[in-house]
């Protein structure tokens, strides 16, 4: 079991451009959460899914930012017109069950030039 | 003001010696209570997970206490070994279970 896969490892992006961060969840794991890590700051949840749904996603920015889980493949962040502002490690965490056993990928790391 | 802080913000001991690192949340309502190692450049892992009724869990070298009366949580790193250099993260859930608030961390370097 190859655990949380996240791509890229890095990412770089000039303002105005889009970021797609992909997650795929370990195998069994059907809720997939977002979080983001700003420098100097703890992890910060964004969003809750499940396959084909979004169960919360009360951390998330209103605009630019959105996020799915389709039926085949990987779990997508994806932000729109970044800014200087969204750089930061994007963490991915997957379980079995709501909230238990918890996974965690080695994270997606933005920088906005 | 986040509801988890953790003390030290950062901590340097001596390989072979203990130390012990703090957390105090006001996460209400309280589901349980991890404790997770984020190592450079990686994701955090999971040390210790306790619930309401347990004051006390133990991984290894590592042992966790909670007191959920006062809300405040440490834990505890015995003869410390180079490879335990690490951020170590207290990490509170509310009853909902998914969300996790997470504290800053604390840094730990371990030196020979």
């Known amino acids: 079991n190859a655990g949380v896969m996240q791509n890229p490892r890095h990412l770089v992006r000039r303002r105005g451009q889009e970021a797609r961060l992909r997650c795929s969840p370990m195998k069994g794991h059907s809720h997939v959460y977002w979080y983001r890590q700003l420098p100097e700051e703890g992890l910060k949840f964004m969003v809750y899914l499940q396959k084909e749904n979004i169960i919360d996603e009360s951390g998330m920015p209103k605009e630019r930012f959105s996020a799915e889980f389709p039926k085949e493949g990987p779990s997508i962040l994806r932000i729109q017109q970044v800014v200087r502002g969204d750089s930061a490690a994007y963490f991915c965490a997957s379980s079995p069950q709501q909230g238990d056993g918890y996974t965690f990928g080695s994270g997606t790391r933005l920088t906005v030039v | 003001k986040n509801q988890v802080e953790q003390s030290p913000q950062s901590l340097i001991i001596l390989e072979g010696k203990n130390c012990t690192l703090q957390c105090n949340y006001t996460v209400s309502p309280f589901s349980n209570l991890r404790w997770y190692k984020q190592d450079t450049g990686r994701g955090p892992v999971s040390l210790t997970i306790?619930?309401?009724?347990?004051n006390t869990k133990s991984n290894g070298r590592y042992t966790a206490t909670l007191d959920a009366d006062t809300k405040q949580s440490s834990l505890h790193i015995t003869a410390s070994q180079l490879s335990d250099s690490a951020s170590y993260i207290c990490v509170v859930s509310k009853d909902s279970g998914y969300a996790l608030n997470f504290g800053k961390g604390t840094s730990l370097l371990v030196t020979p």
């Open positions: 306790m619930t309401f009724s347990e």
